[in-house]
């Protein structure tokens, strides 16, 4: 049985430095082009006068420390368990994606604000100048191939904190082009545009932060794995030698992990040793063919029926 054993910890464990290494490669990528753009925007914005472009730039900003709480996730979510915390630090992963949700929430509706109370004072809003259009541009294909490049790290790892982490970046491309149509508007003689891309830049990041947020908060709240989850679990239990059914399945999402328990139903003439052997083949079996991180299995003996002559 210790075989057994170490063939689940070691398949457990095997791809973990790969996708550490994955993930703080991607993030790094991130930062640099973050702190770039965030500079470049935020100088740009202030130089031709355009909110939409400062706008930009601090949506830039917010990124970039979602990057860095992204990196401490890593950092602490690959710890092994410890006396407090015996199934591990996964969790971290889904606390990152709550921050992640709050600043993109927070910067969303900080940028809306700003915008109403420009639009409510139209004579103050400047014509901006050239430089802002084709600084917006070039953001917008900078965080475009960003998003483009981190989503798939994100895909290969299965990590759904880099998803997050990805849309972030996404986010940033739509609200680089809404912001490059309002400074292009402005430049023609409407200058409310300005204003109203900075207004359409906050309420786009306000619903995807809010929508990050509150999967986060499913997830830290014991959310069950979905569906084709928890259907791929059931026929890896059925599919093993000895169980003769089952129930009381019950799943739970720690970071993209899952903690799962369930009941075996094994024959009852069966020696306690012939029902941990199985017992113990199915929980090897379902952590090293899915993502769970933990199966805790009770047996419970079923009386077959005898067949007479």
Same mark, same amino acid.
């Given at each position: 049985?210790?075989?057994?054993?170490?063939?689940?910890?070691?398949?457990?464990?095997?791809?973990?430095?790969?996708?550490?290494?994955?993930?703080?490669?991607?993030?790094?990528?991130?930062?640099?082009?973050?702190?770039?753009?965030?500079?470049?925007?935020?100088?740009?914005?202030?130089?031709?006068? $355009?909110?939409? #472009?400062? &706008?930009?730039?601090? !949506?830039?900003? %917010? =990124?970039?420390?979602?990057?860095? /709480? *992204?990196?401490?996730?890593?950092?602490?979510?690959?710890?092994?368990?410890?006396?407090?915390?015996?199934?591990?630090?996964?969790?971290?992963?889904?606390?990152?994606?709550?921050?992640?949700?709050?600043?993109?929430?927070?910067?969303?509706?900080?940028?809306?604000?700003?915008?109403?109370?420009?639009?409510?004072?139209?004579?103050?809003?400047?014509?901006?100048?050239?430089?802002?259009?084709?600084?917006?541009?070039?953001?917008?294909?900078?965080?475009?191939?960003?998003?483009?490049?981190?989503?798939?790290?994100?895909?290969?790892?299965? $990590?759904?904190? #880099?998803? &997050?982490?990805?849309? !972030?970046?996404? %986010? =940033?491309?739509?609200?680089?082009? /809404? *912001?490059?149509?309002?400074?292009?508007?402005?430049?023609?003689?409407?200058?409310?545009?300005?204003?109203?891309?900075?207004?359409?830049?906050?309420?786009?990041?306000?619903?995807?932060?809010?929508?990050?947020?509150?999967?986060?908060?499913?997830?830290?709240?014991?959310?069950?794995?979905?569906?084709?989850?928890?259907?791929?679990?059931?026929?890896?239990?059925?599919?093993?030698?000895?169980?003769?059914?089952?129930?009381?399945?019950?799943?739970?999402?720690?970071?993209?992990?899952?903690?799962?328990?369930?009941?075996?139903?094994?024959?009852?003439?069966?020696?306690?040793?012939?029902?941990?052997?199985?017992?113990?083949?199915?929980?090897?079996?379902?952590?090293?063919?899915?993502?769970?991180?933990?199966?805790?299995?009770?047996?419970?003996?079923?009386?077959?029926?005898?067949?007479?002559?």
């Amino acid at each position: 049985m210790s075989d057994l054993r170490d063939l689940a910890e070691l398949d457990s464990e095997g791809a973990t430095p790969e996708r550490e290494a994955a993930t703080k490669r991607s993030t790094w990528v991130s930062v640099i082009v973050n702190i770039v753009l965030t500079i470049t925007q935020v100088t740009a914005g202030l130089l031709s006068g $355009s909110q939409g #472009l400062i &706008a930009d730039g601090v !949506h830039s900003l %917010s =990124d970039l420390i979602a990057d860095f /709480v *992204v990196l401490l996730a890593v950092h602490h979510s690959k710890k092994a368990p410890d006396e407090n915390h015996h199934y591990g630090h996964q969790r971290y992963e889904n606390a990152a994606s709550l921050v992640l949700g709050s600043l993109l929430l927070a910067v969303g509706v900080g940028m809306a604000w700003s915008a109403v109370h420009k639009l409510q004072a139209p004579e103050t809003i400047p014509t901006v100048h050239l430089m802002a259009l084709w600084v917006a541009l070039g953001a917008l294909i900078a965080k475009e191939l960003l998003f483009r490049y981190m989503l798939a790290v994100a895909e290969r790892v299965r $990590s759904s904190m #880099l998803v &997050a982490n990805a849309w !972030h970046a996404r %986010s =940033d491309a739509a609200s680089s082009l /809404v *912001v490059g149509i309002g400074i292009g508007g402005n430049l023609l003689g409407v200058a409310l545009l300005d204003p109203i891309a900075a207004l359409v830049v906050g309420c786009m990041v306000s619903k995807m932060g809010w929508s990050f947020m509150w999967d986060a908060l499913h997830d830290l709240t014991d959310r069950a794995a979905n569906e084709e989850q928890v259907a791929a679990i059931s026929a890896e239990i059925r599919a093993v030698p000895g169980v003769l059914g089952f129930h009381e399945l019950k799943t739970r999402k720690t970071g993209d992990m899952i903690l799962a328990d369930v009941h075996l139903e094994i024959d009852g003439s069966l020696s306690v040793t012939e029902g941990h052997d199985i017992a113990e083949r199915t929980r090897i079996n379902v952590m090293t063919r899915h993502p769970v991180l933990y199966l805790l299995v009770h047996v419970d003996p079923v009386t077959l029926p005898t067949t007479g002559r």
